[in-house]
């Protein structure tokens, strides 16, 4: 790539957008959902008796819909990602393009 074209797309004020809130995004995310992974963990070494606790009659214990919840939360939190991508980012980034475009 161009080297004064990097540098003017750098230098964009909306590429400086882009970045910073799509590194907002990508870390509080990434944090949520370590956060709940290393909670589960954390309960299973300290508290095996609350996650041992069986639902109702049968064999299932309490962990697995827990553990469920949290494949769902992650889930969740990638389609958030996604959606903030293909929407809010996607705008920026044309915007950017059109702007080092009309530079050119």
Avoid: H, Q
Wanted: cysteine-free.
């Amino acid at each position: 790539m161009n080297d004064k074209l990097v540098e003017r797309i750098e230098s964009n004020p909306k590429y400086k957008e882009l970045v910073s809130k799509r590194n907002s995004l990508g870390i509080k995310l990434g944090i949520f959902v370590l956060v709940i992974f290393y909670a589960y963990i954390l309960t299973i070494a300290f508290n095996k008796e609350l996650l041992a606790t069986k639902i109702g009659d049968g064999m299932t214990t309490i962990a697995f819909p827990i553990a469920l919840a949290i494949l769902v939360l992650s889930f969740i939190t990638t389609l958030i990602y996604v959606k903030k991508a293909n929407t809010e980012f996607e705008e920026l980034t044309n915007e950017i393009k059109k702007d080092v475009k009309d530079l050119l």
